[in-house]
Every structure is written in structure tokens, then in C-alpha cells.
């Protein structure tokens, strides 16, 4: 499998970004796609995720209410919206699958995508 994230750039406080994350390869039925994101200086954390097959959504505890991941089956990507952005949301932002049970643990992922710099400035 095979991912390319895209939509990552500068942004004040309180605005909105979309993440996209782009697989190719092989089918997603029986995945979990998640967002993950990393600070400088800070662990890799799990951000979001989605079953592929059933839709079915997680977050972590700050994302909720202000993150949406969602999945487009007809062009295998899936999105991350951020919105009421703040700068300790800043990081980079990794999508990741493979695995087929969800699990905030970066290496139950064998794929990944490159990162996309989030950055939340005034």
C-alpha cells in the first residue's frame, strides 16, 4: 500500500485545514486508515481513525469536536478536517494503515505516508 498525504500549511488560530491521504495499491476493506501527528520534541500520536469497511470513526480526546475523518471509497482517500485549529495542534501530519483493528500504536502500521507540516501561527 502505498500513501500520499497532502494539504498541510500555515494557519492562524481557530481556522481549518484538510488533510487528504491518497492509497494505492491494494484495497483498504479490512483496515483501519488513521492520522497520526508528531511535535518536535514529542512522540508520534494516534489523532484519528476510520474503518474502512464500516465507516465506523475514533479519536482521540482533543481532536473530538473539532476533527472529522471521513472516507471517499470511490477515490480511496481519506480526509482529516481540522477545525477551531490551535498552536498546539502544530506537528506533522502522517496517515498510516495496515492494520486491521484500531490501536494507538504507531507500529502496528506498516504503511505510511510522508508527513504534512501543520503549523497553527498567529
Known amino acids: 500500500v502505498q500513501l500520499q498525504a497532502s494539504g498541510g500549511g500555515l494557519v492562524h488560530p481557530g481556522g481549518s485545514l484538510r488533510l487528504s491521504c491518497a492509497a494505492s495499491g491494494r484495497p483498504l476493506n479490512d483496515y483501519i486508515v488513521g492520522w497520526f501527528r508528531q511535535a518536535p520534541g514529542k512522540e508520534r500520536e494516534f489523532v484519528a481513525g476510520v474503518a474502512w469497511r464500516s465507516g465506523r470513526t475514533y479519536y482521540v480526546d482533543s481532536a473530538k469536536g473539532r476533527f472529522t475523518i471521513s472516507r471517499d471509497n470511490a477515490k480511496n482517500t481519506v480526509y482529516l478536517q481540522m477545525d477551531s485549529l490551535k498552536p498546539e495542534d502544530t506537528a506533522v501530519y502522517l496517515c498510516?494503515?495496515?492494520?486491521?483493528?484500531?490501536?494507538?500504536?504507531?507500529?502496528?502500521?506498516?504503511?505510511w505516508g510522508q508527513g504534512a507540516l501543520v503549523t497553527v501561527s498567529s
Open positions: 498510516a494503515t495496515g492494520s486491521s483493528f484500531l490501536t494507538p500504536v504507531p507500529s502496528s502500521y506498516p504503511y
